[in-house]
T-cell receptor
Framework: NAGVTQTPKFQVLKTGQSMTLQCAQDMNHNSMYWYRQDPGMGLRLIYYSASEGTTDKGEVPNGYNVSRLNKREFSLRLESAAPSQTSVYFC?????????????FGSGTRLTVV | KQEVTQIPAALSVPEGENLVLNCSFTDSAIYNLQWFRQDPGKGLTSLLLIQSSQREQTSGRLNASLDKSSGRSTLYIAASQPGDSATYLCAAGRLTGNQFYFGTGTSLTVIP
């Protein structure tokens, strides 16, 4: 089925370890996003890519890096994981950055940093 | 920054009841507003998207309205069913910037 695919679904890291969360969409969307969801905080934007070749910081970018590998793929990297990064991470895509388009979400990655 | 609020945080209703979920936002310069459903441990499923030029959207038993002047959106669910039990989130997109701002959601329980 068409949509947004995230891997892995679950991950446990030790403090200081690094990892990359993968996201791919097959809807030919231009824009892709990484959000984190924490209890009582709602979803907060980490980074986004308005189009292939561009990336920009969102509300909570510290401790993360991203790569828009091509139009389909947008990865999120934690260079040195911290317990504060324990969260559920969602990737989303939209056809355009503004105006007419809503989001399609992946199923999320549940990350625990111990 | 756009602030989005959803009240109440939790709601419990008997099956068959009609209900309204509320969403308020601080910046009326939005370009669209989207309602999502999230089941426990799952991702977000888009329910309805309302453009700033529209006042409402309907899909089956769901109807979402948008009043930019008052900074409010409502999601109306008709004839609620136990399968409607989930958390409902609204998200507002501003005219500037490239993101949606999310509320913290209303957790709905429909009692059989």
């Amino acid at each position: 089925n068409a949509g947004v695919t995230q891997t892995p679904k679950f991950q446990v890291l030790k403090t200081g370890q690094s990892m990359t969360l993968q996201c791919a969409q097959d809807m030919n969307h231009n824009s892709m996003y990484w959000y984190r969801q924490d209890p009582g905080m709602g979803l907060r934007l980490i980074y986004y890519s308005a189009s292939e070749g561009t990336t920009d910081k969102g509300e909570v970018p510290n401790g993360y890096n991203v790569s828009r590998l091509n139009k389909r793929e947008f990865s999120l990297r934690l260079e040195s994981a911290a317990p504060s990064q324990t969260s559920v991470y969602f990737c989303a895509s939209s056809e355009g950055a503004r105006y007419l388009y809503g989001y399609t979400f992946g199923s999320g990655t549940r990350l625990t940093v111990v | 920054k756009q602030e989005v609020t959803q009240i109440p945080a939790a709601l419990s209703v008997p099956e068959g009841e009609n209900l309204v979920l509320n969403c308020s936002f601080t910046d009326s310069a939005i370009y669209n507003l989207q309602w999502f459903r999230q089941d426990p441990g799952k991702g977000l499923t888009s329910l309805l998207l309302i453009q700033s030029s529209q006042r409402e959207q309907t899909s089956g038993r769901l109807n979402a309205s948008l009043d930019k002047s008052s900074g409010r959106s409502t999601l109306y669910i008709a004839a609620s069913q136990p399968g409607d039990s989930a958390t409902y989130l609204c998200a507002a997109g501003r005219l500037t910037g490239n993101q949606f701002y999310f509320g913290t959601g209303t957790s709905l329980t429909v009692i059989p």
